[in-house]
């Protein structure tokens, strides 16, 4: 029995068409029919959002959303097919249960989660989540970033230049050292086994994510198996800098 650590609603397959306007996908169910999903990716999904491609949609029942189906899946074909999570809505969501059940050992013994807390020099981010124990264990700042390009079995990010990762990295660094500052990569796809920083899209975003690394900051690549059922942890991939 597998231990899913999120499970999907029940999901309708179809046939990527195209994506435009970043929020929107037409898709051909199986059953023929056409319908315009919101695709909630503000990102340029490099590598996965080929027309033709397999997708699976969940549907909502709230008779207020424009559009009643989300693309949550889309399967891709870099080494053997592999499904890929394109929902950025849910990678939060699903590390906040891994934190809940310990699942990151590397973090240690926290006894509570807060979620978007406000950090920074200037006050106006928020991190993701921040985790606290029994002193003098030292509070835990942790940002997590939704990753799905990849070349071959190595997971990169970001996809695209990113001026609020930049920013990310830099507060966090700032932390350091009264504190701990962790950037965790949730990899969505469970076919990399190596996780290194996109120097070619952003020279910036891995030059910065270096200079973090020496001065303390720590990297969580985090691998998860992504399929229709559901999506489970299956460790860390290797960080290569």
Same mark, same amino acid.
């Given at each position: 029995m597998i231990d899913w650590l999120y499970r999907y609603p029940p999901l309708y397959s179809g046939t990527l068409l195209k994506r435009y306007k970043r929020f929107f996908a037409d898709i051909q169910l199986d059953s023929g029919e056409i319908?315009? %999903?919101?695709? #909630?990716? =503000?990102?340029?999904?490099? +590598?996965?959002?080929?027309?033709?491609?397999?997708?699976?949609l969940s549907q909502s029942d709230n008779p207020k959303r424009k559009l009643a189906y989300t693309l949550e899946l889309i399967q891709v074909h870099d080494t053997e097919p592999t499904w890929v999570g394109v929902n950025t809505a849910l990678p939060n969501r699903i590390v906040k249960l891994a934190l809940e059940k310990h699942l990151f050992?590397?973090?240690?013994?926290?006894?509570?989660?807060?979620?978007e807390v406000v950090y920074g020099q200037d006050k106006k981010s928020r991190v993701d989540f921040y985790l606290t124990g029994k002193d003098p264990e030292p509070p835990?700042?942790?940002?997590?970033?939704?990753?799905?390009?990849?070349?071959?079995?190595? %997971?990169?990010? #970001?996809? =695209?230049?990113?001026?609020? +990762?930049?920013?990310?990295l830099r507060e966090l660094t700032a932390l350091l050292p009264q504190t701990r500052a962790v950037m965790l990569y949730f990899i969505n796809r469970g076919d990399c086994t190596e996780f290194a920083p996109g120097d070619v899209t952003d020279p910036i975003y891995g030059k910065l994510l270096r200079e973090g690394i020496a001065q303390g900051l720590e990297v969580l690549p985090c691998r998860f198996d992504i399929l229709p059922e559901g999506v489970r942890y299956l460790g860390l991939a290797k960080l290569s800098i």
């Open positions: 319908v315009t %999903a919101h695709c #909630p990716n =503000t990102g340029p999904m490099t +590598g996965v959002s080929t027309t033709g491609s397999k997708v699976q050992p590397q973090l240690g013994d926290y006894s509570q989660i807060k979620s835990i700042y942790l940002e997590v970033k939704n990753t799905t390009w990849s070349q071959s079995t190595r %997971a990169i990010f #970001p996809d =695209t230049e990113t001026t609020r +990762g930049q920013k990310h």
